[in-house]
């Protein structure tokens, strides 16, 4: 729901502004339309129901994964594909994965989203509604910003939809926001925010050339720019950041670039986030062994690591995989 739009339109409508505020309070606890919202006056409903799409994002189709993981294609008014992603844990975790744009206008060689059409910026409500569409058939408590685009290229939509975040049950410690290393945005957030979001980085390789080959923003913003200000970031907060870290058979996986690794990032600002890399075509994945000798290099040199669990791979919904198809030609 575009908040703005309602806002004005409430405002236009010669109603108070906590007309808008309740119609948002209902919205976030997962109302199904204008239609729940009992304590709103029923012309207003009315009114605002034929004015404000309830939502900004339409879904088109769902797929659900063998382990509970749930994929949803949603179009933006003008027509733009965007993907999101529900996961759920045996321990109750619910966790959403939004986009932040639609496409993404970066090219990083392992991830299937680069590979197809940029569109544009979502919105703050295109993001919010996402996380709307899985809180209208559940609770949610956790949200990371790793669908599809940079997030900190759309920095300000995306601290707008975070920081509304916790009116649906999110907190902030529970919800983390995932760049390449987007310096201008990079340094946005870590000036300017005070809640205590999580940051994670998308390193993938500690020697520069590498990494320049994997991700090509990394010749626009070069990494010690970069950790120096993920070093800034912990400084003021004490949070680490997390720093992802997908395992690339014979690219970036031997113990040696485990110690280079480790040698970069040191102990104390940063925690690691070892990846099993998801088939999107180029490359093969690190074998399990693999992963655990790179782990242990870690281990001992003392640097915080954990390897991530993958979800939803059987439906394409797992990290690196999310690529909707262009809009299905409508036949004349
Ligand atoms: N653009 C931001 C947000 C996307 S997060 C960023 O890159 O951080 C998506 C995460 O999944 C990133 O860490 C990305 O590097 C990782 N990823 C991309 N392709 C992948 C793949 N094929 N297998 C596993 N992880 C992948």
Redesign the pocket.
Known sequence: MDLKHLEERVAELGEPAYRARQVWEWTARGAEGYDDMTNVPRTLRDSLAADVPFSTLAPESEQRSRDGTVKTLFRTHDGHPVEAVLMRYRDGRRSVCVS?QSG?P?T?T???TGQMAFGRNLTPWEILDQVLHFRRSEPLNHLV???M???LMNVDAVLEAARRLPDIGITHRRTTI???GWLPGLQRFVEEVDEPIRL???L?AADPGLRSELMPVNDRYPLPDVLALCRAHWERTKRRVFV?Y?MLAGVNDSQAQARALAGLLGRDAFKVNL??????GMYDGSSRSVIAAFKTELDRARVPSTVRLTRGQDIAA????LAAPARPRVRA
């Open positions: 932040s993404c970066l990083c392992f991830c299937a910003f790793m669908g685009g940079e997030p995932s760049t390449v994670a980085l998308s993938h992802e997908v990846i099993p890399y998801n088939p999107t797992a990290c690196g995989q």
